[in-house]
């Protein structure tokens, strides 16, 4: 059975499948996904049309999904109501992941492959927030593969970069993403990431994206850079302040004028187009508010990078439903728009999140201006 001509739009494909997830008929056993953690978690990596994307694989709405992927020998095929669509290749295992410090550690306890191409890890796999459930995102899954004894709770600038190095050499990662839990002090993360930057850049060349909340002196910004950070995540989720407060009660307590006056702070130092920000679609916020705050920060030359939200097994949102397609449309195509017209890029992004894209199909409405 050969997979059908493409009768739906690339563009349409990816949202429908971020947003509905994909079953897998019959795992090949080689493939590699993850459950828990922090960033995309029960999701799965494949390429299809020359774009990977991480997919829902373990969530509710994906055992319901229209889609399903099924591995016959050496072809894997989606079929969306059992019609093949596409030919695809899922992500296999990295070689790094067979290795383990000397202390025995498993190198995939320290960091995961995101994609096809990005080094992930959490730096900090417990959060202030996070302890108290009244204060957490409800969204988060950070302390689950923590339990689940899938991860350590610390990893050390030393371990990171062993890992990265091997990451290079092994596999060919090309960017890496440091995102922690917010520890208690007023840096936010900010120390961490530098003591991390600082050993892996030491032990090799790799392009690294850091991840913190706003820190509470915005000389963290250079100290950062200085380090080796060469690009920033400062991650909103929500934008409305009835959702914010709603989704993650603890978080919200940090202002939207706080972070748009870090992003500010934060673009003066890493450059226009180098702060991103991570918005989770599908929470309350409604397409005007996010595209309207999108457009404030577009102006401060910060990349929104909008996802569907996804459902996360474990956490209290686990049967919030995830948006449809229509949904995320709504807000793609007059950012994509927007982001052309600003001529702020994901290619253009040297690491993270928005350069990955794989949580979004957002590059994908890029519009190229001339
Ligand atoms: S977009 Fe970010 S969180 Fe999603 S797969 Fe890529 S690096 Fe990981």
Redesign the pocket.
């Known amino acids: 059975m050969s997979a059908a001509k493409p009768s739906l739009s690339r563009q349409q494909l990816i949202t429908e499948l971020l947003t509905q997830g994909v079953r897998v008929v019959n795992p090949s056993g080689q493939h590699v996904s993850r459950q828990g953690g922090a ?2 978690s029960d999701h799965q990596a494949m390429t299809l049309d020359g774009v990977t994307v ?1 997919v829902p694989i373990y969530t509710q709405s994906a055992h319901h999904s229209a889609y399903e992927i099924e591995h016959d020998g050496s072809r894997t095929q989606l079929l969306k109501n059992a019609i093949p669509v596409r030919d695809i290749t899922v992500a296999h295992k990295p070689r790094f992941y067979d290795l383990h410090t000397a202390e025995g550690i498993p190198y995939s306890q320290i960091a995961t492959l ?2 096809t191409d ?1 080094l ?1 890890t959490t730096v900090l796999q417990t959060c202030i927030r996070y302890e108290n459930r009244a204060k957490a995102c409800q969204f988060c899954a950070i302390g689950q593969s923590l339990a689940a004894g899938r991860t350590i709770a610390r990893k050390t600038p030393q371990q990171l970069a062993e890992v990265a190095k091997a990451a290079v050499e092994l596999d060919g990662v090309k960017h890496m ?1 440091m995102t922690t839990g917010t520890p208690s002090g007023s840096d936010r993360g900010a120390r961490i990431m530098v003591e991390s930057a600082e050993a892996i850049k030491a032990a090799v060349s790799l392009p690294l994206q850091g991840q913190c909340e706003p820190p509470g002196d915005p000389l963290w910004f250079q100290r950062m850079k200085d380090a080796g950070i060469d690009a920033l995540g400062m991650h909103l989720e929500a934008v409305t302040p009835e959702v914010r407060a709603r989704i993650m009660p603890g978080k919200a307590q940090v202002s939207l004028e706080y972070y748009l006056e870090a992003f500010a702070d934060a673009v003066a130092v890493f450059g226009r187009g180098q702060v991103s920000t991570y918005i989770l679609a599908g929470l309350g916020d409604t397409p005007e508010a996010i595209l309207s705050l999108s457009e404030t920060l577009i102006k401060l030359g910060v990349y929104p990078f909008v996802v569907p939200f996804v459902p996360i097994s474990g956490t209290p949102l686990a049967h919030h439903p995830a948006p449809d397609a229509a949904f995320m449309s709504r807000i793609l195509q007059p950012l994509g728009a927007m982001l052309g017209e600003a001529q702020l890029r994901s290619s253009d992004i040297k690491a ?2 928005g350069r ?5 199909s957002l590059s994908s409405f890029e519009k190229a201006v001339a």
């Open positions: 960033g995309p991480m995101h994609g990005v992930a993403v993270g999140c990955c894209g794989a949580c979004s």
